[in-house]
């Protein structure tokens, strides 16, 4: 993949993470009191951001799927099947976190950036944010971005590895924040947090509350993904890593990111 599509890529989805984070703020308040003008006003603006994001990503077509799909979110649907006007405001957002969530799930695993508008500009990533070591930063964003460029190279083992060791930084920063005293009713085992085993860390961190299930999608070559790695770095064992597991490693790293960040 070129490296400026790439780059565009990551823009957008840290882009869209943004507006899902807004889209489910102005959702929660539409909820509790419909009738609130600031937050009118607010999913207005709102609207109008994801109108403009997605006109970006669809290239400026109508007929994208991307951009029937939003257009589609503001429609009612009557008994017959037809489309009416008159949604609810609560429900239009949720519909529209949908495609926004489609958004991100066709960035996430297309390979040639097909629903990229290659004039469109987005803000700088900020993606780890809500990783409290700031030092830890700078490096899991580096490694985000080593882990994507290693599955579009096709080196799945690589793109694997990365994302667990990226998924393991930021669950371990989760459980420290949370410290030791605060872990002592979710089954945490003995020793300190950075000496546990991977696979304790998320069950842990699940039990918690810091993330929810979606690690129970990881691939059992992502669990022992410690295994993999020779002291030089490279596959250890020569052990084939399919792209379906690079792909399902990925996707779970970033719902856990989400499940770590309550304000996307």
């Not at 070129?2 to 943004?18: M, P």
């Not at 030791?180 to 991977?198: E, R, V």
């Not at 998320?202 to 993330?211: C, F, P």
Request: charged share 25%; glycine share 8%.
């Amino acid at each position: 993949m070129d490296e400026s599509l790439r780059a565009q890529i990551e823009t957008y989805l840290s882009h869209l993470d943004g507006l899902i984070r807004r889209g489910r703020q102005v959702h929660n308040i539409l909820v509790i009191d419909p009738s609130s003008k600031s937050a009118i006003a607010a999913t207005r603006a709102w609207h109008e951001d994801c109108g403009v994001t997605i006109n970006q990503l669809s290239g400026g077509s109508k007929a994208h799927w991307l951009a029937r799909s939003f257009s589609e979110a503001f429609l009612m649907r009557s008994n017959s099947g037809s489309a009416v006007e008159g949604a609810l405001p609560d429900e239009i957002v949720k519909r529209l976190l949908g495609v926004l969530e489609q958004a991100v799930e066709s960035l996430t695993q297309t390979d040639d950036g097909a629903i990229i508008s290659a004039s469109s500009q987005a803000p700088s990533p900020h993606r780890f944010d809500f990783v409290h070591n700031i030092d830890l930063r700078p490096v899991v964003e580096q490694a985000y971005t080593d882990s994507r460029r290693a599955f579009g190279q096709e080196q799945y083992d690589v793109a694997l590895r990365t994302s667990c060791g990226i998924l393991e930084a930021i669950v371990t920063d989760a459980l420290e924040h949370k410290g030791l005293g605060a872990l002592a009713g979710s089954g945490a085992p003995p020793g300190k947090i950075a000496d546990w085993p991977f696979e304790a860390r998320l069950a842990v961190a699940e039990r918690a509350g810091l993330i929810r299930g979606g690690c129970a999608r990881l691939p059992a070559v992502a669990k022992s993904y410690r295994d993999l790695t020779a002291e030089n770095g490279e596959n250890h064992g020569n052990v084939m890593v399919s792209e379906r597991e690079a792909r399902l490693t990925g996707q779970v790293l970033h719902v856990v990111m989400r499940d770590l960040d309550p304000g996307r």
